[in-house]
């Protein structure tokens, strides 16, 4: 059974970073997407960025065009841990963050995922 477990919320102001981790486990296909997922009160979830774990294209990451360059996302496999490294925050990166995971080609094809975790919250004041 495939588990995601988020953590590394909080609230910041705006200009600050925060890190979200994403343990994964039970995941057992060899090329696969995982990726993080945002949603804000009133407002659909969105894909924000995503990673390619695979033999050929393994690495190759997709970003939201509304956090390029400000979030970084990467995976540590001896961890089975997945990050998202949030800079330059601004009030409207506020939502619920998910982590989420699927035997995805493309990473943003952010409708694709089929595992999901809990989500951990960040707040961003002005």
């Known amino acids: 059974q495939v588990q995601l477990v988020e953590s590394g919320g909080g609230s910041v102001q705006a200009g600050g970073s925060l890190r979200l981790s994403c343990v994964a486990s039970?995941?057992?296909?060899?090329?696969?997407?995982v990726g993080w997922f945002r949603q804000a009160p009133g407002k659909e979830r969105e894909g924000v960025a995503g990673?390619?774990?695979?033999?050929?294209?393994?690495?190759?990451?997709y970003y939201a065009d509304s956090v390029k360059g400000r979030f970084t996302i990467s995976q540590d496999n001896a961890k089975n841990t997945l990050y998202l490294q949030m800079n330059s925050l601004k009030p409207e990166d506020t939502a619920m963050y998910y982590c989420?995971?699927?035997?995805?080609?493309?990473?943003?094809?952010?409708?694709?995922?089929?595992?999901w975790g809990q989500g951990t919250q960040v707040t961003v004041s002005s």
């Open positions: 039970g995941y057992t296909y060899n090329n696969y997407c």
């Open positions: 990673i390619y774990i695979g033999y050929t294209r393994g690495g190759r990451t």
């Open positions: 989420a995971a699927g035997p995805l080609f493309y990473c943003d094809n952010w409708r694709a995922y089929n595992y």
